[in-house]
Structure formats: C-alpha cells, structure tokens
C-alpha cells in the first residue's frame, strides 16, 4: 500500500496551477487578437473544471447582452435573454455592477426569492446543472466587464477564484487594448452614466430608476447630470437624443 501525504498533494498541484497561471497571463498579454485571449483563459480555467466561459464588456451593454460578448459558449442563451429580460436588472449583472469580488452563481441561483425566475431558466447548462463563478472587473469605482465561468464540478476554492480573478483583468485589459485603444466607457460615458439614461429615455422616473439599479434618486441625478456634462448638452432630452442619435445607448 502507497500512502499519499493530502497536504504535500494539495501543495503540488497548487504549485502546478500557480506555473499553468504564469503561462496563460503570458499568452494572454501577448496575444494579437480577441480569439488568443480567450483561448488561454478557457484552456486554464479548463483545468480547473469550467468548460463554459462567457465575457461581457459591461461599457455595451445597453445594447443588449449578445452585443456585448466579448467571448460566449453561449450566443443563442444571450439572444433569449435579450428577447425575455431587461438586462439591467438581471441580478447577476446587478450583482457585478455593485460588487468587485467574485461570487458564485449558486448564491443567487439557488436562493428561494429567485427560484423559477425566468433568469435561472435562461442560464447556460453547466452553469444551471452545476455551477457558475462570476469575476466582476472594476476599473476606478466603475464596472467595466465581468466573466462567468461554469462547469458541472468546478473549483470553487478561494484559491480557484483567485486565479481566474487575475487571468480575468489580465484578459479584460488585453482585450481592451486591442479594440481601438483603452476607453472607460462607450461614448465617453460610464456604464452607470448609460444606464441611468436608457432608464429616463424608456420614461421612468428616477425614484423607479434607483429602485432597479439599487442606487438612491439623487445618484440616478448625479449620473444623468454627468452624462449632461460628457455629451454637451443642457437638458435630459437632449441627452437622451444625442446618445440614441450615436448609439450609446438603445431602447
């Protein structure tokens, strides 16, 4: 009989992943296209039992979810989701825009005020049968990405999370950079500042816009008077115009 030392285990493989992590943050920095950048992030977070990845550039997402994939497994899930849900409100997408840390799926999934929501229905198989974990990217207090990792058996370790974590930002920066150069946001506006204003142009008030977005009325002001300011005009009409006429943000 072999006896095997658990901790002396768990030691190398930590040790392995922490070499697989250098070697995919390296293929990712260099990478010269969008296709080479989730490549490597998929094949390591492979090795830690996701086969599914979904990357969403938050700065376009007013435009809908599948308009602002960066990378999907998923593209008929997210154009279902733009049919049946307001994406804003999508708790997962809430979640990201409140909170920089990674979290699992299952926290929201599987809490009973959201069971037999459509959301849940809607999600990607493993990510449904199994497990998600979610790894917000916030750059200056602002959310501008986020990634769902799932698989049927993932990793969910702290350890786990952290890795994606990095390889994430690592990823989200590479592939901003190679999209006509860094910028915050689409049209110069924050993502907050742009869905505040699709919320006014839909028509609603700002006590209803806060309720949705979980914010108070007087930052839903805040961000509709910023997005005034960027966008050079005077009044909420004009600023809704001027960001329809250019496409930063639809209804």
Request: hydrophobic share 45%.
């Amino acid at each position: 009989m072999v006896l095997v030392d658990a901790g002396v285990g768990s030691a190398v493989r930590d040790v392995d992943h922490y070499a697989d992590l250098a070697e995919a943050l390296a293929r990712v920095r260099g990478a010269g296209g969008p296709s080479t950048i989730w490549a490597g992030v998929k094949e390591f977070a492979g090795k830690l039992g996701y086969s599914h990845l979904l990357a969403l550039d938050l700065t376009r997402l007013t435009g809908g979810a599948a308009g602002a994939a960066f990378y999907s497994d998923a593209h008929p899930v997210l154009a279902d989701a733009d049919r049946e849900l307001v994406i804003d409100q999508h708790p997962i997408v809430r979640r990201v825009l409140d909170c920089a840390s990674p979290f699992l799926v299952s926290e929201l999934r599987d809490d009973p005020n959201h069971r037999g929501a459509r959301w849940v229905d809607l999600l990607a198989e493993p990510v449904r049968q199994g497990d998600g974990l979610v790894v917000p990217v916030h750059r200056e207090g602002q959310a501008i990405a986020g990634a769902n990792f799932g698989g049927h058996t993932p990793n969910t370790s702290s350890l786990a999370r952290a890795f994606l974590q990095v390889l994430t930002h690592a990823a989200v920066d590479r592939a901003v950079s190679l999209r006509d150069g860094p910028k915050p946001a689409v049209g110069g506006l924050s993502a907050r500042e742009a869905q505040c204003l699709r919320q006014v142009a839909i028509g609603r008030p700002d006590a209803e816009i806060g309720q949705l977005l979980g914010i108070s009325p007087r930052t839903v002001r805040f961000h509709v008077d910023s997005a005034k300011t960027k966008l050079g005009v005077a009044t909420r009409i004009q600023a809704v115009a001027k960001a329809l006429r250019e496409r930063i943000i639809a209804v």
